[in-house]
Structure formats: C-alpha cells, structure tokens
C-alpha cells in the first residue's frame, strides 16, 4: 500500500510554456502533499507544502507565481511551473502524508527546459 | 528549526563488508523522528528505517541498523553485508513529532559497493 505516482516522469518543454506535474496518492487519502525540487547531486529542498482545499504553503525563497500548486483533491496535487526558464530545470518530487505523520514519495518528475 | 548534517560526501565500500553513514542533528523540539532514504540513481526516494528520539532501541530493518546516540544527536545508518545494489545517495532526515510534518533533509552521502 501507500503508493504515490507522479505524472510525467520526464518533461521537455521549451522556455517561455508552462508546464503541469501531477502527484497522486493511489491507496489512501492525503491531506497534505509536498513538493521538493533536487538538483543534481545535491540534497531535497522542501518548496510547498500542499493542502487539500486550501492555499499551499510556499517555503521562504519559492515563487508562489511560478510555482503554482493546487490540491483540489484527497488524491491529487499538482504543481504547474509557469513561465519556465533553463534555470527551472531540475527534478521536481512530491510526497504524500499517511495518517501517521509518514512520508511516501513519488518517483519524481524530470524537467528539461530548453 | 532542524539542522541536518552529512560530513561524508562520498563512500566506498567493499562488497560484503558493512559501511557507517554519518548523521548528525539539531533541533529544540523535545520529541522528533530520525529517517534514512536511499535514492538510487533511478531517483525515487526508498524509505530504509526509522527512529523515534523517545525509542529506548537502536532501530533495525534487515541489513539496516540505526546507531542512535541521543546525546551526541547523531543517528547513525549502518549498512551490513553491503551489496552492490546498495550504491546510491543515502540521506538523513528528521522532522518533529507532530506540527506541520516537514522533513529536514541532510546533504546526503553518495555510497558506491566495489566488486
């Protein structure tokens, strides 16, 4: 149980367009969702956390106009970068909370801006 | 606020021999939760073990074992009998118990097995 996919696991797109990534929670219901963005071989950094039925919460540093998220709800959230630039390129993960507080993490989503 | 620390960039290990991960923490929360991830190459995040700061055990998954040092805030990841499918980005993670449930990620140290 427990699983989370993400939608797509890879992206191109060119700069300038907007770009939607889908986090679903496939077994349970999750009030809460977060998104993280990693470069390469660096750690995960937190950028929202995701809300079903509310505003996210963006962390200190994140544009919340470019990071779009919306949580509309118990299964999906997504994340829509606008306006994407080669400096978005990274890749972009999100997790869902189980009722216990617990973690589970999509596979992740590749983003290539071009 | 937590503060996660991961002095090991990178790490070679022979096959079959056992690899300690260093882990070291701050935080003013009285009660937390330590996690261990490994993230192989493919990207997604592998949940390995857990460890309560109010758990009285040292916490074991299998060929994982926390070494948990409450005092010295170090949370240590041992990884027994290593394999080579064990080479990936292993990271470090606290959040508080309760709250807003965010995880505080440490740099990650990069373990290669060696044939």
């Known amino acids: 149980g427990a699983v989370v996919s993400q939608h797509p696991s890879r992206v191109i797109c060119k700069s300038g367009t907007s770009v939607k990534i889908e986090c679903r929670s496939l077994d349970f219901q999750a009030t809460t969702m977060f998104w993280y963005r990693q470069f390469p071989k660096q750690s995960l950094m937190l950028m929202a956390t995701?809300?079903?039925?509310?505003?996210?919460?963006?962390e200190q540093g994140v544009e919340k106009d470019k990071f779009l998220i919306n949580h509309a709800s118990l299964t999906l959230s997504t994340l829509t970068v606008t306006s994407a630039h080669p400096e978005d390129s990274s890749f972009y993960i999100c997790?869902?909370?189980?009722?216990?507080?617990?973690?589970?993490f999509g596979p992740g989503t590749r983003l290539t801006v071009t | 606020a937590q503060k996660i620390t991961q002095t090991q960039p990178g790490m070679f290990v022979q096959e079959k021999e056992a690899v300690t991960l260093d882990c070291t923490y701050d935080?003013?929360?009285?009660?937390?939760?330590l996690f261990w991830y490994k993230q192989p190459s493919s990207g997604e995040m592998i949940f390995l073990i857990y460890?309560?700061?109010?758990?009285?055990q040292n916490a074991t998954e299998g060929r994982y074992s926390l070494n948990f040092q409450k005092a010295r805030k170090s949370a240590n990841l041992v990884i027994s009998a290593s394999q080579l499918g064990d080479s990936a980005m292993y990271f470090c993670a606290m959040r508080p118990l309760g709250g807003d449930y965010k995880l505080s990620f440490g740099a990650g140290t990069t373990v290669t097995v060696r044939a």
């Open positions: 460890q309560g700061s109010y758990d009285q």
């Open positions: 997790s869902a909370r189980g009722q216990l507080g617990e973690q589970y």
């Open positions: 995701s809300n079903e039925g509310s505003k996210a919460t963006y």
């Open positions: 935080t003013s929360d009285p009660s937390y939760g």
